[in-house]
Nanobody, 123 residues
């Protein structure tokens, strides 16, 4: 059974940085797509970034380009999201997600989800 567990959330002032981590267990192959989503209070969950396990292809939504960096460590089955220049509007619960057994990473459909980790950015 694939399990996804996030960690690393917290509170930071605007302009600060945080790094989120995500442990993906139960599937040790690289043919998986992994992504980060977030859900702000009163809003729908939205995608943030995704990365494919077989190569270095990544995708970011416009609102985080240049500030967030997604990366993965296949040997450790870990996914990361380095967030810099954080803004109050980045405040949300951040979710890690994974799709396994895939030859591509071109959409935002994921089967396995973590419980989320809170990120709060104060002005």
């Amino acid at each position: 059974q694939v399990q996804v567990v996030e960690s690393g959330g917290g509170s930071v002032q605007a302009g600060g940085s945080l790094r989120l981590s995500c442990a993906v267990s139960g599937y040790n192959y690289n043919d998986k797509c992994m992504g980060w989503f977030r859900q702000a209070p009163g809003k729908e969950r939205e995608p943030v970034a995704r990365i494919f396990g077989r190569d270095v292809s990544t995708y970011y939504v416009d609102s985080v380009k240049g500030r967030f960096t997604i990366s993965r460590d296949n040997a450790k089955n870990m996914l990361y999201l380095q967030m810099k220049s954080l803004k109050p509007e980045d405040t949300a619960v951040y979710y890690c997600a994974a799709e396994v057994g895939t030859w591509a990473c071109s959409g935002w459909s994921f089967t396995y989800w973590g419980q989320g980790t809170q990120v709060t950015v104060s002005s």
